[in-house]
């Protein structure tokens, strides 16, 4: 016989820490992406919530804990740092 692996419950605490997460995380995302395609947002949304829930797994549910557990995990729903425009500096632009 196969085994039933049964899910997780969460409780009323948890599920407002991860909320408050998710929100954080979120808000992080859009601040530093200001210009990304807002019409992928659902995919990345869904992504970051995918995510959190991986990283809880069966540990206790911590604000901080958590939240740096995601801004460390590098997902691919995390934007790419955005890079400083070159100064230019004199001479002839493009040569």
Known sequence: MGSFKRPRAFDALDLEI???V???VWAQIVARDPIRDTEKDG????AL???LFVLIGLGTVDFDNLYGKVLASG???WPPQAKAPRRFEGGTPGV
């Open 22 to 24: 998710y929100e954080a």
């Open 43 to 46: 995919e990345r949304q869904a």
């Open 75 to 77: 997902p691919e729903f």
């Open 49 to 51: 919530r995918r995510r």
């Open 18 to 20: 991860i909320d408050l």
